[in-house]
């Protein structure tokens, strides 16, 4: 499934059409260099022909779109060196024609969704430093990559990487995307509101009985605003 430079380049090189209007049945030819898989190469097609997104080295910062995983027929995807945060989307696992995937160098974090060791057609990767954490999920293409591919993510564990996954970083369930993972203390909303809930109520009911007291001792309403 891998094609080499100079294939790609002949096979895409065909796909372009003539412009007569003044160039007297010249070629008019599109092209953009991307980089894929480490390489960087000159693509000449239609632009709507494409089956590559590169933005790599942008400052493009923020989630990464999880309506990605919808375009099923990329086979390249290069969100690389930028300010990219939060969880690598589940839904890449949708990608089953993906070649290569570059989302080194951004402040990714969370776990990798074991959804990426289903693209049997993964021939590179690169997750390089991030913040990911927990064990590398194991499976077709992905446990065949060096630890190079996962090096600057201190939290990660398990082969191809010689840190061993002990019981504080067992295997963890990627979280829904867009939850927080920024390691603070979680709060448990449920319980606060059940916890203000009783004091309304509560204060309600003793409220009106306590101001009745204090006009009897003390002959006035209180200044009081509920």
């Known amino acids: 499934m891998v094609a080499a430079k100079d294939d790609a380049q002949q096979i895409l090189n065909h796909l372009r059409f003539k412009f007569t209007a003044y160039t007297q049945s010249q070629y008019y030819q599109n092209s953009v260099t991307v980089s894929n898989k480490g390489l960087e190469m000159e693509l000449v097609k239609i632009l709507t022909a494409f089956a590559s997104i590169d ?3 942008n400052k493009f910062y923020g989630k990464i779109p999880k309506e990605l995983g919808q375009l099923k027929s990329l086979l390249v995807l290069n969100l690389s060196n930028n300010v990219l945060s939060s969880q690598i989307p589940s839904s ?4 089953r024609e993906l070649e290569s ?4 160098r951004n402040n990714l974090s969370g776990t990798i969704p074991q959804t990426l060791s289903e693209l049997s057609f993964l021939s590179f990767l690169s997750l390089s430093y991030n913040h990911l954490v927990g064990r ?3 499976g077709n293409q992905i446990q065949t990559f060096t630890a190079d591919r996962f090096k ?3 939290g990660l564990c398990g082969p191809p990487l010689t840190e061993n996954c002990t019981d504080g970083k067992s295997p963890e369930t990627s979280k829904e995307d867009g939850e927080s993972n920024s390691g603070g203390i979680e709060i448990e909303w449920n319980l606060v509101n059940v916890g203000v809930g009783y004091l309304v109520g509560l204060g309600s009911v003793i409220g009106p009985r306590v101001l009745e007291k204090m006009e009897e001792l003390w002959g006035i309403w209180p200044n009081i605003l509920f």
């Open 152 to 154: 600057g993510n201190e």
């Open 55 to 57: 933005f790599s080295s």
């Open 92 to 95: 890449f696992g949708n990608l």
């Open 101 to 104: 995937l570059d989302l080194s």
């Open 136 to 138: 590398i999920p194991s």
